[in-house]
């Protein structure tokens, strides 16, 4: 295995047989020097010493590539109303046609979430059966086998969690729509929101917004956290209820601290959640808010008994991790050690 890249950092603990250093960086906003790049790459690497040349920081036109973002033309599709979509259209076009042009040849493509699988065959028109699904591992891990749901007295303040540095595609105002309207319908329900936005500081629309739901009381706008696991352990509900999402590690991380984690149908971790047995699933695509402040209401309700649940979630993470990730990609391309493998996302 042969490694080549583009930083000149400590490599001493990887098994690579040569590292090869690349001394220009790509610029992945700029499509004529992605190009010329690729062609640069593809002239430099022998490809007939190797079964597979593997991407993942540079995608290219002839090696399987490791996405982990969703597709520009996705993104287009998400936004919010129609001359939104024609003016990003218009912005992003050399873009869109790039991507839909330069990966559907390749002899394989890893994506991270089945949400992202479908993306790809739909906007990239790459073969389904070219595509390997391979679940991410978490930021970090930590045993939490002996951790139990943290408890809620009946006084307690029920508290909801979100990361969301990219307020408007990661939900957070459909966050806030969610819980303005678990308050109207509920008025003597006790909330309390933590979200995550280190840009806030400067956010005044959003600050405007706080006040005109009032829910400036109730709404707890966090800092970068370097201390995620204080964070998870000061919730009773994570939520992640992004527009799009790859995969959204947040929410394994969460349901291994045993927070009972609601993510929209739109984030990849949907893949490994089973509604209402290891965390919950809401549509994302029609009266969103609505379906999501049902989800937290059940939960809320439901709280003293989601201990199973909890523990579900716990076991299914597990499994998410780098080395089955990595492992997963391996017996993909050689099947024949399929027979020895103990474990293989599907």
């Known amino acids: 295995m042969d490694l080549y890249c583009f930083d000149k950092k400590d490599m001493s603990e990887i098994s690579a047989d040569n590292i090869y250093y690349i001394e220009e960086k790509p610029d992945n906003k700029n499509i004529k020097n992605i190009k010329r790049l690729d062609k640069i790459l593809k002239n430099k690497i022998d490809t007939n010493i190797y079964d597979y040349i593997l991407s993942d920081t540079l995608p290219l036109s002839f090696s399987c590539n490791v996405f982990h973002n969703v597709s520009t033309a996705f993104r287009m599709e998400c936004a919010p109303f129609a001359l939104y979509r024609w003016i990003f259209g218009i912005g992003h076009y050399k873009k869109i046609k790039h991507e839909r042009n330069f990966y559907k040849n390749c002899p394989y493509t890893i994506a991270v979430s089945s949400v992202m699988k479908y993306d790809y065959v739909k906007n990239y028109k790459i073969n389904k059966d070219s595509i390997i699904i391979a679940h991410p591992g978490?930021?970090?891990?930590?045993?939490?086998?002996?951790?139990?749901?943290?408890?809620?007295?009946?006084?307690?303040?029920?508290?909801?969690?979100?990361?969301?540095?990219?307020?408007?595609?990661?939900?957070?105002?459909?966050?806030?729509?969610?819980?303005?309207?678990l308050k109207k319908h509920y008025p003597d329900i006790k909330l309390k929101v933590k979200i995550i936005n280190s840009r806030f500081k400067h956010n005044y629309i959003l600050k405007l917004y706080l006040k005109l739901l009032k829910l400036d009381k109730i709404v707890e706008i966090c800092a970068f956290q370097k201390n995620m696991e204080s964070f998870y352990r000061s919730l009773n509900c994570f939520v992640c209820p992004s527009k799009y999402e790859a995969f959204g590690r947040v929410a394994p991380e969460a349901m291994n601290y045993k927070i009972p984690t609601i993510v929209s149908n739109n984030v990849g971790a949907s893949d490994i959640i089973k509604d209402g047995e290891n965390g919950f699933v809401f549509d994302a695509n029609k009266n969103a808010a609505y379906n999501l402040a049902l989800k937290i209401k059940f939960v809320h309700d439901s709280y003293k008994k989601l201990e199973n649940l909890t523990e579900n979630a716990h076991k299914t993470v597990q499994n998410i991790t780098w080395d089955n990730f990595a492992k997963t990609i391996f017996y993909s391309l050689y099947p024949s050690f399929c027979k020895n493998a103990d474990y293989i996302n599907t």
């Open 138 to 181: 978490m930021s970090f891990v930590k045993d939490t086998k002996d951790l139990k749901i943290p408890k809620l007295s009946d006084n307690q303040i029920f508290t909801v969690g979100m990361s969301a540095n990219g307020f408007v595609t990661k939900g957070g105002y459909l966050m806030l729509e969610a819980i303005y309207t």
